[in-house]
C-alpha cells in the first residue's frame, strides 16, 4: 500500500479540522468507490488509498503519531507486515461515511447487496520488544514467537438459523400509523452471519485455538523508546472467516554501556588525565559500531564539548542522521605517590599552573564580588 503523505493523499493541510478531513475523504470515496467504477482497477488502487489515509488523520491519536514519526509511528498506514487494508476493512470501519451515497451504504459486489452482515475482526496482539543501539542505528528484522488465536482444524461454520446468514433480522410491527418495519443486528450471531457448526476439539465457543505462531518483523532504523508499529493482520484470527486482528509491537530501548540518548543525538563522557589536557592528546572513543579516533586539543579545559558530526542515530522519517557529542572530564587524581607529589609541588606556583579565567568567567566573578559587596 501507498507510503505517500497521507495530507497529500486526501489533499488538505496539516492544520485541517477533523470535519475538513472528513469531508475530503467522503468525496474522494465517492469518487473512486467500486459501484461507480467496475472493474477499474486504478480507481480501486485510489479508493483504498484513499481509506489508508483517512485510518491515519481521522483517528486522532494516529494522527498526533504520524506527525511526529511518520508513517512507522502511525501504524496501519505506512509500516505494516500484513498488506493495507481491504474493502472490508474499509467497509468496517468507515461504512457510515457514505451515508446515503450507495444503497444499502455498502460495496455491491464487496458488501454481500445490500445487506448488512458485520465483518468481524480478530482481537489485536500487543509484544514488546528490545532492541540494542546497535540494532535501532541498523534497522533490524526480528522474529517474533506469538500464541495466536486461530481457526481450529476441524472448526466448521454454517449461515445463521435466525438471520439465514444475513447477520439482521426483520421485524413488523403494528402501529396507529400502520405497520412498520425494524431491522435490528442478529441476536444470535452478532451479526456475522454465521454460527459454529462444529466446533475443533479444545476451541473455544467460537471455534479458535490457541497455537504458538513464528512472525518476521522489519523494525525501521531510527525507532525510539515507547513507539508502537502497527502490523495490519498478524493478530488474532476472527471467526467465520472475519479479518484478523493487528500485532502491536512496542519498542523498548536496552540502555548502552558508555553511550546515551537524547532524540537522534548520542552523548559520551570522555575522561582524560590533566596531563592529557595541558599537553593535547589523541582519544578513543565509541561508537554505536566501531570506534573513533578524536584529538584532545592542548589546554582543553573539563566540560569542554567536541561534536562528530553523522555518528549519532537516523531519523526514523529518514530526515537526516544525528551527531554524536564527546563531553571532554578532567580527571583529578586523587592517590599519588611520594616523587608524584614533589612533581606537582613544583609546578604548583608554576605561572603556566596558575588558572586564566576567560572573560565569561571574569564577568562571572566580577558579579560575584558585586553581590557579596551589597
Known sequence: MSKRDPYEVLGVSRNASADEIKKAYRKLAIKYHPDKNPGNHAAEEHFKEAANAYEILGDPEKKARYDRFGHAGAGGGGFHGGGGMNMEDIFSQFGDIFGGAFAGGGFGNFGGGGQQRRTVKGSNLRVRLKLTLAEIAEGVEKQLKLQKLVRGKGTEYSPCPTCKGAGQVHRVQSTFLGQMQTVTTCPTCGGMGQTVSKRAPGSDPNGLVREESVVTVKIPAGVEE????????????????????????????????????????LHYEAFITMVDAALGASIEVPLVTGKAKVKIDPGTQCNHVLRLKNKGLPSVNRHGVGDLFVHVMVWTPTELSKDEKKIFEKLRDSPGMQPK?????KGFFERVREMFAN
Open 226 to 265: 515507547g513507539m508502537q508499529l502497527n502490523l495490519s493482520g498478524l493478530g488474532n484470527e476472527a471467526p467465520a472467516g472475519g479479518i484478523p486482528g493487528d500485532l502491536l509491537v512496542v519498542i523498548e530501548e536496552e540502555d548502552h554501556a558508555e553511550l546515551k540518548r537524547d532524540g537522534n543525538n
Open 357 to 361: 579565567p576567560t572573560n565569561k568567567d
